[in-house]
């Protein structure tokens, strides 16, 4: 049996605990230990925050820690978690491994994710920021948008075209931007939740160091695809408890209707959500137990297209089962920029903030495309500017 079992990572678990109170410890501080003691990431090398486990362990870690009333570093630094680090950890140098994933678990240095812009968003490879090398620096400029969490964030995963007369696909690099730097204006973005998640990201002549590239110069898109696979995890791979999540919201609402607003129709809508939010539960814990290595592959679009559509389905249910008080937002629209993204603090709030899961990382279309293309074997999506140089391609 390996040494990295379930054994050997509870006892590490009652070691950390042991150590430091959870509910008394800075939680920087707390998940700083539980880094370097190899229970960030369980499936990550030694010295990475990992111990070269199996990635299942992991759920038994984060049960044990949060159990204990300890802090969830990824809901402290949601793309760094789910996108920045798999990222990093896969294609960084050993100087990069080293400088960004520990601050980033520990959600001392927030990440974003700087690939959409305006003229690029499913066709994400047709981006037109821009980078030029000038010694050992790079001078980015450009825009991006839609950038979840850019008002908090210290790094940036960003992809700029560095090669012009490349096609697309080949022309594009890979960094990771200092959005503290000289240049980089935030701009926020409302939604229709009343907050701002999200930004537009403006560059102007921005340098970033090239040691701060984490492709190879022309590369990029090898290093976006891992990016792109891990988000759809991120966001549709989710395994809340049972009965948890948006069927836990739905279920508390039940719960405080009177006999006159309830009737059998009623109730077997809510059970056949129930099942359908138990059996994605099932099906995302099945897929992560058979991913015996990090990074997930095109399968990962299934829990995307499907939480997407029930995150809708089950948000409306509830507001309906609310009736008149389900149409206005009880904290009304206090036009914040939040410091997390995809939480919701009542049903109203979560079913319009349900209305982007079919768009955020890349949309249902899309992800039909990927299954039908990838997994299924299906003839692919027409394609005609594949092998022409990007700048010939006409854009408006
Ligand atoms: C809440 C939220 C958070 C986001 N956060 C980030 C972030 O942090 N960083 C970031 O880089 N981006 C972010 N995005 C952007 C997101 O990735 C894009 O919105 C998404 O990829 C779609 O791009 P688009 O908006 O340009 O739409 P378009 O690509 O213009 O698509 C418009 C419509 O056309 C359809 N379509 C396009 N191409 C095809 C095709 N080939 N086949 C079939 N249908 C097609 C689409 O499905 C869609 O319905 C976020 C979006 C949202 C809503």
Redesign the pocket.
């Known amino acids: 049996m390996s040494a990295v079992d379930e054994a050997h990572v509870i006892s590490l678990c009652d070691q950390l605990l042991a150590e430091l109170d959870p509910k008394t410890t800075p939680p920087e501080v707390f998940l700083g230990r539980q880094y370097d003691l190899g229970l960030g990431w369980v499936h990550f090398p030694e010295g990475y925050g990992g111990l070269g486990g199996s990635p299942r362990l992991q759920k038994s870690i984060n049960e044990k820690l949060l159990g204990a009333g300890a802090p969830l570093a990824a809901v402290r630094n949601v ?1 760094g978690h789910g996108m920045g680090a798999p990222t990093v950890v896969t294609h960084g140098s050993e100087a990069q491994k080293q400088r960004y994933l520990r601050p980033l678990f520990t959600g001392e240095e927030i990440w ?5 812009e305006p003229g690029a ?4 490879a047709g981006l037109a920021a821009r980078a030029v090398k000038d010694g050992e620096e790079w001078i980015v400029n450009g825009q ?1 948008v ?3 969490l850019a008002h908090l964030a210290k790094w940036g995963m960003m992809v700029a075209r560095t090669d012009p007369d490349a096609p697309k696909h080949k022309g594009m690099t890979y960094f990771v931007v200092d959005m503290e730097a000289p240049g980089v204006e935030v701009k926020p973005l409302f ?1 229709i939740t009343g907050e701002a ?2 930004n537009e990201v403006f560059f102007t002549d921005v340098r970033i160091p090239d040691a701060e590239r984490l492709s190879d110069v022309g590369d990029g898109w090898r290093v976006v695809l891992t990016t792109l696979m891990n988000e759809r995890v991120a966001i549709g791979g989710g395994i809340p408890p049972r009965g948890g999540g948006f069927i836990g919201e739905a279920m508390k609402v039940w719960k405080k209707l009177g006999p006159d607003q309830t009737d059998a129709a009623k109730r077997d809508r809510l059970m056949q959500l129930w099942t359908k939010a138990e059996v994605l539960r099932l099906t995302n814990i099945r897929a992560g137990q058979l991913r015996s290595v990090g990074n997930p592959g095109p399968e990962g679009s299934i829990g995307k297209i499907v939480s997407a559509n029930l995150n809708k389905e089950i948000s409306e249910f509830t507001v309906d089962l609310l009736g008149a008080e389900g149409m206005l937002k009880p904290d009304g629209y206090p036009m914040e920029r939040p410091r997390h993204a995809m939480m919701w603090a009542n049903p109203q709030q979560a079913f319009l903030r349900a209305r ?1 899961n079919s ?8 992800a039909k ?1 990927i299954l039908g293309e990838r997994v299924l074997g299906l003839p692919g ?1 027409v394609r005609v500017d594949k092998e022409v140089a990007w700048k010939d391609v006409p854009r408006s």
Do not use: H, P, R, Y
């Open positions: 793309i974003c994710q700087l690939f959409s968003g499913s066709d994400v991006k839609w950038t979840t939604q998640e999200f982007a768009i955020e990382g890349g949309t249902t279309e899309i495309n999506d």
